[in-house]
């Protein structure tokens, strides 16, 4: 499989505070992307970042892409009540096909 | 636009049972897939289509057999449904090397 690995399984952090969740895979990857799922509902697109990328933002959210050490990271600064969902990283490793870890659950405590 | 829309949300099967999972999307988008998703496994694909007329098998294609006769529409089938296909089912779509959009899902239940 080319599944992608995300570390931690779950993350608890207070309200404001940082959070950071990474992301490894096996192979070469056209392009890598983080998704968030709120409990019960379907999967939301957040950022995708593309194998010649180093470094991405979109509002509170930024992601690397190190594609020498197959890894990703997350980062999402400010964290807000909101931002308690489970997290996603999936790779495009052949056109079309998205192989998705495990994710990261994230809760934020006010 | 509805996005991606997938009927019904929740169904309980009885073992040997067949039924259809729709699924639709009104973004014109060339890419359609499905998944399941099982506790601790992420994601797992399951069959997905480039076009109309054209599609192939995933990562866990057993099982299940998909049809795409029109852009919109890309309906699964169970075949004869088993314990080991309770999951929770998504679509998607996606325009070519782009984000993909998920519907709400479809939570089956086979006894």
């Known amino acids: 499989s080319q599944q992608g690995e995300e570390d931690p399984q779950a993350l608890s952090i207070q309200e404001g505070e940082n959070a950071t969740m990474n992301c490894s895979y096996k192979?070469?990857?056209?392009?890598l992307q983080w998704y968030r799922q709120n409990s019960g509902r379907g999967l939301v697109h957040l950022i995708l970042?593309?194998?010649?990328?180093r470094e991405k933002h979109s509002g509170r959210l930024r992601v690397t892409l190190d594609t020498s050490k197959k890894s990703s990271s997350l980062l999402i600064t400010a964290s807000r009540a909101a931002d308690t969902a489970s997290y996603f990283c999936?790779?495009?490793?052949?056109?079309?096909?998205?192989?998705f870890g495990a994710g990261t659950t994230v809760t934020v405590r006010a | 636009n509805a996005g991606v829309t997938q009927t019904p949300k929740f169904q309980v099967l009885k073992t040997g049972q067949s039924m259809t999972l729709q699924c639709a999307q009104d973004?014109?988008?060339?890419?359609m897939s499905w998944y399941r998703q099982d506790p601790g496994m992420g994601l797992r694909l399951i069959h997905y289509?480039?076009?109309?007329?054209?599609?192939d098998q995933g990562e866990v294609p057993n099982g299940y057999n998909v049809s795409r006769s029109t852009t919109e529409d890309f309906p699964l089938r169970l075949l004869s449904a088993a314990p080991s296909q309770t999951s929770v089912y998504f679509c998607?779509?996606?325009?070519?090397?782009?984000?993909?959009?998920f519907g709400p899902g479809t939570r089956l239940t086979v006894l």
């Open positions: 999936a790779t495009d490793y052949n056109d079309y096909k998205l192989s």
């Open positions: 998607a779509s996606s325009p070519r090397f782009g984000e993909q959009f």
């Open positions: 192979t070469s990857i056209n392009n």
């Open positions: 970042i593309r194998s010649n990328e």
């Open positions: 289509s480039v076009g109309a007329g054209i599609t």
């Open positions: 973004m014109n988008h060339e890419y």
